[in-house]
């Protein structure tokens, strides 16, 4: 491969790459970041309050948290090598579907009343625990799908608009469904995040690259090689 020296790689030009060359990879993106930032927000925004609320816990609630942070650090370390053995694209989708149906499922439960603050707690770490290996994917897949030159800030970008989607609408919407105290408000903010993250799934399933155990350049030729594709 012949590459071509350049002084920088300007932001526009950065952009209209990803927009113009990469469209569907651009999509792809938006979806996985936009899925798990909602998902995540579902189960960690008003976590707090719904002990509060539904299981008259005010204090320690931290414990519960670090609960759900031990799953959720498990799912990538145990996970994460099946993404290069049995493949991106099922992988990813699996997660990402499989951690927004035990979600529905959570909140399902939820509604019926069937939920403990313990058992709540033991289901959102089996979500994590799944969600956490498709989240760590989404990272993974803007920054190996793109040019060498875009990966970083397409990164940043993926990043910053999906917790900008994810981070600002999220809570707004699920703000006053916890503060209800209603338990059936507090489950649709559930439904809500499973359903974004199964849409991130599918959008894998149909848009998803497979790049696992082929060299970047395979994947997505430089800007500054000969013959790369002009923006």
Known sequence: MTIHQRRSIGFVRIAHTMVALYPKRTVLGLSLFIGQAFLYNAITFGYAQILSTFYGIETHTGYYFAVIAVGNFLGPLLLGHLFDTVGRV???????????????????????????????????????????????????????????????????????????????????????????GVPGDTALAFVIGGLVMIAGGLVEVFLGVKAERKGLED?????????????
Request: net charge negative.
């Open 219 to 231: 994947i997505a030729a430089p800007l500054s090689a000969a013959g790369a594709p002009s923006t």
């Open 90 to 180: 099922p992988m990813i989708s699996a997660t990402y579907i499989g951690s927004g149906v035990l979600l529905l499922g959570t909140a399902w439960l939820f509604d019926q009343g069937a939920l403990t603050a313990v058992t709540l707690t033991a289901c959102w770490s089996v979500v994590l625990f799944v969600a956490s290996a498709g989240a760590s994917s989404a990272y993974l897949t803007v920054s190996e799908i793109f040019p060498m030159e875009t990966r970083a800030m397409a990164i940043a970008f993926f990043f910053a608009v999906g917790t900008a989607a994810g981070g600002i609408a999220g809570p707004l919407v699920f703000s006053s469904l916890v503060e209800s």
